[in-house]
């Protein structure tokens, strides 16, 4: 069994910085794992973020958050990150990180059978 669980949300204003944080617990080794972030924004449905693949590597991001928002994975901790810079009001969302051990990091993008993190609220004041 997996257990996902986000951290690092918080209120910041328009144009600020934000690093939330997955870490991932598992009889399973990390790198078994494409991770993911979701997000769900108030009066919206859940819409993909970015994934990454085992290595690191292979990354993948909605176009809202392209050159915005960097996805990373470190493997010695079981931890990945979601680097958000030149944040806007419209990021403002409860943030889910997922992990998926079905699938390669190209197809989070269109769901799957994810273990989900309970999410964490990132809010962004104009």
């Known amino acids: 069994q997996v257990h996902v669980k986000e951290s690092g949300g918080g209120l910041v204003q328009a144009g600020d910085s934000l690093t939330l944080s997955c870490e991932v617990t598992?009889?399973?080794?990390?790198?078994?794992?494409?991770m993911g972030w979701f997000r769900r924004a108030p009066g919206k449905e859940r819409e993909f973020v970015a994934s990454i693949g085992w290595s690191g590597t292979g990354k993948d991001y909605a176009d809202s958050v392209k050159g915005r928002f960097t996805i990373s994975r470190d493997n010695t901790k079981n931890i990945v990150y979601l680097q958000m810079n030149s944040l806007k009001p419209e990021d403002t969302a409860i943030y889910y990180c997922v992990a998926d051990s079905d699938q390669t990091y190209r197809s989070v993008r269109g769901g799957g059978n994810f273990a989900w993190g309970q999410g964490t609220q990132v809010a962004v004041a104009s």
């Open positions: 598992s009889g399973r080794t990390f790198t078994d794992y494409a």
